[in-house]
């Protein structure tokens, strides 16, 4: 249980230190703030341990000022209400998955085969380009991003324990967070009822739920993933709606911080956070440049690291780009790979048949902000579409173990989409 007790109370406190909204943003905001600054002090050879007690410190002292600030102001956000029951209807699945966690074993090859084992190596070695990462364990993954066994190692190091089940409560952790966030923003954002509603409906989508690749009992990063992007779009959605207003100071640092994240988490991350570069700078204009910088700190951090370490045997798709004229044969199983994912009823209900219908009617609700909502889940596929052209796997069976994961990191622009959605079918009843 101490990894409970450390994954409830570490990444929440590190995160209110800088954000101060909900426990849901706070505890990703913790998540990402740990891997983000132990991986750089890592890259600049500080030794981790001094550097995470720094952190440490530094968050304490943090989050009491904030407490203090915050209790003191009038300006002092008050908490959104919300009807019983979509909160029941969050919390039940949360309480069942929670208890599957604490009474099952992790048993998904990718957590146990490359993020969980990348974990236990930083907890013992104390280094992010240690003999683990030099061949001593032959990981066929050795480049891939690693914030989130960061944090991993952080829990074993702390626990004492390297055992597997300290670390079912982070990935549990991140789909809880992921509600809340969605929650409180949906709220701000469209209306309190469908932020409740869109929280809970997320938390029973197989895909994110029980699903044994990529949901939270298992140990892949794709929750994390759809949760830092999240953090990103809602903080884009923010930045639109005050657009012809004077908006908060630091709006577009906490916006360059998801992208950091994204980046630091899966290889998927690099060209999401080009995605919201691209599509930020129709919204905070001049001041994209503050984001753009954070994000080149972090991809160069990554390639720095990368350059120290042996390559295993993920693809490079930068040297895979100039090959996609000659395999131009995979695209017509690129196209079809996402529409029939999504309509996958085992996998995700009939939740992306309803985005789909609900982003007509959300265009007529808030134009501008139905259209950045599509345009970041158009992007992204159009992204992973290019990937299944240009690899050098068998692309159906690439496909077939990567689709319903890359449609996880959508989630938020598309709960979006739905909410507004939903706004429309209201007013009109109401009419």
């Excluded at 992208?259 to 001041?287: D, N």
């Excluded at 996958?344 to 009617?361: D, E, K, L, P, Q």
């Excluded at 709960?415 to 959605?421: E, H, P, S, V």
Aim: glycine share 6%; with cysteine; charged share 15%.
């Amino acid at each position: 249980m101490i990894g409970l007790l450390i994954t409830l109370v570490l990444f929440p406190l590190v995160g209110w230190s800088v954000a101060r909204r909900s426990w849901g943003e706070a505890f990703l905001f913790g998540a990402g703030l740990v891997g983000t600054i132990l991986f750089l002090a890592g890259v600049v050879h500080v030794p981790l341990v001094p550097a995470f007690a720094l952190v440490l410190f530094a968050s304490i002292g943090g989050a009491v000022w904030s407490y203090r600030t915050r209790k003191t102001s009038s300006q002092a956000p008050h908490p959104t209400s919300h009807s019983p029951l979509p909160t029941i209807a969050m919390a039940i699945p949360l309480i069942a998955i929670t208890f599957i966690a604490a009474v099952t074993p992790l048993n998904d090859f990718d957590g146990r085969a490359f993020w969980v084992l990348k974990a236990k190596g930083i907890a013992h070695e104390r280094a992010i380009d240690g003999p683990f990462f030099q061949g001593a364990t032959l990981d066929p993954r050795n480049q891939y991003p690693i914030l989130i066994p960061i944090d991993g190692a952080v829990i074993f190091a702390l626990g004492h324990d390297l055992d597997d089940r300290q670390l079912r409560w982070l990935y549990v952790g991140l789909l809880a967070a992921l509600a809340l966030l969605v929650r409180e923003r949906i709220s701000n954002l469209v209306s309190p009822a469908s932020g409740a509603w869109c929280a809970a409906l997320l938390v029973c989508i197989p895909q994110f739920a029980v699903a044994t690749e990529g949901g939270a009992l298992s140990a892949y990063n794709d929750i994390a993933v759809a949760a830092f992007a999240a953090g990103a779009f809602f903080e884009l959605m923010d930045a639109h709606r005050d657009l012809d207003t004077a908006q908060p100071r630091g709006r577009e640092i906490r916006f360059g911080l998801w992208l950091v994240f994204l980046i630091l988490t899966k290889s998927e991350g690099l060209p999401f956070a080009l995605v919201f570069l691209l599509i930020g700078a129709f919204v905070f204009r001049k001041r994209i440049a503050t984001p753009a910088i954070q994000a080149a700190v972090a991809a160069v951090a990554l390639l720095v690291w990368r350059a120290r370490i042996p390559a295993g045997d993920e693809e490079n798709f930068v040297r895979m780009l100039p090959t996609i004229p000659e395999k131009l044969d995979h695209l017509r199983s690129a196209l079809a790979a996402f529409p029939r994912y999504m309509v996958a009823f085992s996998s995700w209900g009939a939740f992306w048949v309803a985005v789909i219908i609900a982003s007509a009617f959300a265009i007529r609700v808030n134009r501008r902000a139905a259209t950045i909502a599509i345009a970041v889940i158009a992007s992204m596929l159009v992204v992973y579409c290019g990937v299944y052209v240009a690899t050098e796997w068998v692309v159906t069976d690439l496909i077939a173990v990567t689709a319903n994961r890359l449609l996880m990191h959508l989630a938020a622009p598309a709960l979006f989409l739905l909410a507004l959605g939903a706004q429309w079918w209201t007013r009109t009843k109401s009419m």
